[in-house]
C-alpha cells in the first residue's frame, strides 16, 4: 500500500483518513472540489488517472445535503427533478467514471467506495422535523452498493472493490439530533469519525486480500433493528 488515492480528500471522512495515513508514511494523491478537481468532469478524469497512479482508490466524495447551508426546508413534494438528477450525476456517475479510470490506468489495485445507512433503509423522519432527508440521496447511495458489486465481478481478480456503509458521524449537529440518532442506534452515540480508519486501512491492505464485492456495514447497529 505504497500510494493511495483519496477523492473528497477535504470533506470529514477524506482529511481523517488523509492524516491516518500520512501518519502512517502512505503517499496520497489528494482529489476534492476544492483544488478545483471536477470528477463531473470526465476528459478532467480520464487525463488526471491518465497521469496519477495508486494502489488504491477510496472514494469518499459525494453530494449530501447535511452539508448545504442554504437547504431550506423541504418535503417530498419539493424536491425538484433537477436536484434528484443532480445527486444521481455525482454520486453514482461521476463515481462510475473515477472508479472506471482508475481501473484503466492500474493493472492491480483495491478500490474503496462509501454507501450509506439510507443507501440500505430510508431516512427516519423523525430525525429531519420540517425538512425531510432529500429522497436522491439514498437513491444514489443504495446505486453505489450495486455499481460497487458489479464492478467486484467485471474488474476481478486483479482489482478489488468494496463498499463501505457508515452510520452517522458526530459533526457538530445540534445536541437534540444528537440525542434522537443515538436513541436510534443500539450503540447508544453517533460515530466517532476516526472510527472509519482501521475498516478502510483492511480493505486497502494486505490482509483482505479475498475481499471483493462485499458491503461492510459500520453503523453502529443503526440498520439492524
Known sequence: MNEITITGSEGLVGSTLCKYFQKKKVRINKLDLKFGHDLTDESFVKDWFKKNHSKSLINCF?????????????SLYDFSLDSFMEYMKINVVSLFSVCREF??????????NFSSTYGLVSPNPSLYQNSDKHIAYGVSKEAVINLTKYLAIHLA???RVNCVVPGGIKNNQDTKFIKKYSNLTPMKRMMEKTELN????????????????????CDGGYTSW
Open 62 to 74: 459525494a453530494l449530501n445535503d447535511h452539508i448545504d447551508k442554504t437547504r431550506k426546508n423541504s
Open 103 to 112: 481501473a484503466r490506468n492500474n493493472k492491480e489495485g483495491s478500490i474503496v
Open 157 to 159: 481478480p486483479n482489482i
Open 198 to 217: 482501521g475498516l478502510i486501512d483492511y480493505l486497502c491492505g494486505k490482509n483482505s486480500t479475498y475481499v471483493t464485492g462485499s458491503v461492510l456495514v
